[in-house]
């Protein structure tokens, strides 16, 4: 309750600031994520607001809460289905305490094509695994990217699996996230995005994973100068709509909200495919110690998470993701 009192009050806060910059618009969208402007969630939802906004006239205006000023990625999920936010895009992690459903995607190493993930995430079993929020109350309309995720430290090069052992990692809230890392021996310590600079700062914590624009744009290697490229886990992004909102909005509206997304979202894969390629050179250039890994041996080093948890997951759509 603590959780969805503070995250009520921030709503009415920023709610009131939204609509005393309101003109026009017959609707205003409140659109929170944890990452930071400039990100690649950040530009991808850009192009999603200047889609839409044209595509209606004005008639819609969409107001972007970055740096987790609405909440955590849970707390923007909690906001949706109960009719408190408008939209959010999260990592699709934290979607498996709401729906199993998602827990495909969580498994290490399971994805290392790109390309092969983004046709099952458009494909019959991503719109299954989409349609499970329904019943939640939150609409969601598709996967964006992401990342590979790749591990940080502040303690020298990660090299191997057993080079984890005895850190205390944040990870997210996700039952496969910190099995893994328990496996390995280290810690797992979930934690909200908002929080994860400063304890890495205080030395609460000794490593954090995200794909490398999140490392980037959110300053980790301030104080983690070691990454280590693991790509351990691929987490898609996924945005949402509130399903209790977006119903009652009027057809046309409706229509541009699904038009725009998949063009944006169109958008935004190209753009962090194309972004991979130069960020470990800017980052290197910051001064940043970059260690590339056997992947394969950490591969078969987590390959008992398949056994824990492939009993929780749809075979058909573990099968799809593994051919």
Known sequence: MKKLFTFTATLILTGWAALALAADPAHIIRLGMTTEIGGHYHLGISQFKEKVEKATNGQVRVDIFPSSQLGG?????EGMATGLLEMAITSSAPLANFSPEFLVFDFPFIVTDRDKAFKVMDGPIGQAILGSMDPKGVKALGFWEN????????????????DVKGLKIRTMENPIHMATFKLLGATPTPMAMGEVFLALQQKTIDGQENPLVIID?????????????????????????????FDSYPADVQKAIIEAEKEARAWERAYCVELDGKLRKDLEAKGVIISDVDKEEWRKATLPIYKEFESRVNPAYLKAMTE
Do not use: C, W
């Open 73 to 77: 990625e849970r707390d923007m999920i």
């Open 147 to 162: 990342g590979f995720r790749n591990l940080t430290t502040s303690k020298g090069p990660i090299l191997h699996p057993a």
């Open 217 to 245: 744009t959110s300053k980790i290697y301030e104080a983690n100068n070691y990454i280590s490229l693991t790509g351990h886990f691929y987490a898609p992004a996924v945005v949402m709509v509130s399903k209790q909102i």
